[in-house]
């Protein structure tokens, strides 16, 4: 049986990861065609992985050969057509956004100028970064083609980094996701954090009111901070 409390704190943080990261979901400037052939596309292997830095955050995927590309992408029209035309189009800003709050998402396959977006690539990074030993190359390809499909997204527990780092190790690792953790709990401990909630929630009564939707948080969130440092 799920830990309520567990669930309550697992959407607080995915959420707050969401809006300190809304920049990353510009996923750029209209692709330079020019640039787009920039790409080494025949230095590329089948079961590389492929790293597109953000402004934030970094996307990753599975390179399997041919110009394609697999990798996680939320996308709120999967929830709505069945129609591959539609949803085979490059993801739009907004349509990322809301499948990344309603946490639908595929695995699916683009090109390498769709996947990057004009963005600089870098390849096997994470081999060094994470100093861990990776499959070979056609089985990191075998096991991203294995999880085409629709999947649930999660910027905490399964997001592109999860994907690749499967594929790739064999266990499902997210640096990013877990370095945002720690930052939040860099906060929680800050007893500064205790003070800015109640103040905050004084201003919010005095504001408001005095009234159950503006107490409870002005005493309940405080409390908890100062329980959890």
């Known amino acids: 049986m ?3 409390m567990l669930e309550v704190v697992s959407l607080l943080l995915e959420k707050l990861l969401l809006i300190s990261n809304l920049k990353l979901f510009s996923v750029g400037p209209p692709v330079d065609k020019a640039k787009s052939s920039f ?3 025949n230095s590329f292997l089948r079961g590389d992985v492929l790293e597109v830095p953000r402004v934030h ?3 990753y995927g599975i390179y399997l050969g041919d110009n394609r590309v697999a990798h996680v992408m939320p996308d709120i029209l999967l929830a709505l057509t069945d129609n591959q035309g539609l949803t085979q189009k490059v993801v739009s800003n907004k349509r ?4 990344v709050i309603s946490k639908v998402a595929s695995i699916r396959v683009d090109t390498v100028e769709d996947f990057a977006y004009g ?3 870098l390849v096997n990074h994470l081999d060094k970064s994470l100093q861990k030993k990776a499959l070979v190359n056609e089985e990191v390809a075998r096991r991203a083609e294995k999880l085409l499909g629709m999947t649930t997204y999660s910027m905490l527990w399964n997001n592109c980094e999860h994907f690749v ?3 790739r190790y064999g266990t499902r690792i997210s640096p ?3 370095k945002f953790c720690e930052n939040v709990k860099i906060i929680i401990r800050d007893q500064r954090s205790v003070l800015a909630s109640a103040i905050l929630g004084l201003a ?4 408001l009111g005095l009234a159950s939707y503006t107490t409870l948080p002005a005493i309940f969130i405080p409390f908890c901070l100062w329980m959890a440092g």
Do not use: F, M, R, V
Request: with cysteine.
């Open 96 to 99: 990322l956004i809301l499948g």
């Open 2 to 4: 799920k830990n309520p």
């Open 204 to 207: 919010s009564i005095a504001c």
């Open 165 to 167: 780092t499967y594929c």
């Open 119 to 121: 963005a600089n690539i």
């Open 57 to 59: 955050l970094t996307h």
């Open 176 to 178: 990013q996701a877990d």
């Open 39 to 41: 790409y080494e596309i």
